[in-house]
């Protein structure tokens, strides 16, 4: 039935030739159209993503001296951690931080232990080192005494405290509290 087909249609192509080849190449231009498109939809798809790249890396090297000013500022606070970290062993220098601290404030350090510290697992970059402290003065020492604790170079974590009354006006009171230091591992 096929072979009938094309015996039937060399005779009409022969009868209408240039009709026949203006098809064929209607044909031909049409595929070639079509597979033109497709390229031409995969090229743009492809330009959009390298637009998007660029632009990114241009965003990036704008933002260069931004980075490096926030490198640079990231490096210098790992430096002051480094520089301030407790070195375990080293108990004077250690107790001598406190004893500052109990002089600026002008309140009395009535007793001051380095607990030892536990052992780190795994690799930990710090080491927690734990102190017990008590601290007597007027209330306003106190609280300085406190605050300078907190905010001063040697990271500290406070665990605990308490705050009494020593005499009834309330004049003196004391501070008893826990607290670790960031140190060395």
Do not use: H
């Not at 009409?12 to 595929?31: D, E, N, P």
């Not at 005494?145 to 500290?156: C, I, N, R, V």
């Amino acid at each position: 039935m096929l072979r009938e087909f094309f015996q039937n249609l060399q005779p009409t192509l022969k009868r209408y030739l240039f009709s026949s080849v203006c098809a064929g190449l209607s044909l031909t231009l049409l595929i070639g159209a079509v597979i033109l498109w497709l390229d031409q939809r995969a090229l743009a798809q492809r330009l959009q993503t390298r637009t998007a790249q660029g632009e990114a890396v241009l965003t990036a090297l704008a933002a260069g001296p931004v980075l490096r000013d926030t490198l640079a500022q990231v490096r210098k606070a790992s430096a002051s951690i480094t520089a301030n970290l407790v070195d375990e062993p080293n108990l004077a220098e250690n107790l001598w931080y406190f004893y500052n601290l109990e002089e600026s404030t002008r309140v009395r350090l009535r007793d001051l232990n380095q607990l030892s510290s536990q052992a780190v697992a795994g690799d930990a970059t710090y080491r927690l080192i734990p102190y017990s402290l008590r601290v007597t003065g007027t209330f306003p020492q106190v609280m300085d005494f406190m605050q300078k604790l907190e905010t001063g170079p040697k990271l500290a974590k406070i665990r605990a405290f308490s705050l009494n009354r020593l005499d009834a006006e309330g004049l003196n009171v004391a501070l008893q509290i826990d607290v670790v230091l960031l140190g060395k591992p």
